[in-house]
Nanobody, 125 residues
Framework: QVQLVESGGGLVQAGGSLRLSCAAS????????MGWFRQAPGKEREFVGG????????VARDSVEGRFTISRDNAKNTVYLQMNSLKPEDTAVYYC??????????????????WGQGTQVTVSS
């Protein structure tokens, strides 16, 4: 069983930055594939990006490519989502998720077994 706790959300003006953190319990964090998803009001939850156990495979959706960066610190059992140049359309609840070991990160939500409670990110224009 893995418990995930996100933090770092909040209200920011367009063009600003936020860094989300996701702290995981458990001694096998380093083997997990980690993903970030988001859900805007009235929309389905969508994949933002993911990172494999070594950080060697990082996938980001087109709309955040070049603005968002995913990283992980296995010693701290934490994965990060650095968000720069934020836009109002980035407003959503952001979730981190953990899935089994994979060489290639999956964008499919069904590939993740554990989810955090989510953290709200609001970008004002």
């Amino acid at each position: 069983q893995v418990q995930l706790v996100e933090s770092g959300g909040g209200l920011v003006q367009a063009g600003g930055s936020l860094r989300l953190s996701c702290a995981a319990s458990g001694r096998t964090f380093s083997s997990y594939t980690m993903g970030w998803f988001r859900q805007a009001p009235g929309k389905e939850r969508e994949f933002v990006g993911g990172i494999n156990w070594s950080g060697g495979s990082i996938v980001a959706r087109d709309s955040v490519e070049g603005r968002f960066t995913i990283s992980r610190d296995n010693a701290k059992n934490t994965v990060y989502l650095q968000m720069n140049s934020l836009k109002p359309e980035d407003t959503a609840v952001y979730y981190c998720a953990a899935g089994p070991f994979r060489f290639i990160v999956t964008r499919d939500q069904r590939g993740y077994d554990y989810w955090g409670q989510g953290t709200q990110v609001t970008v004002s224009s």
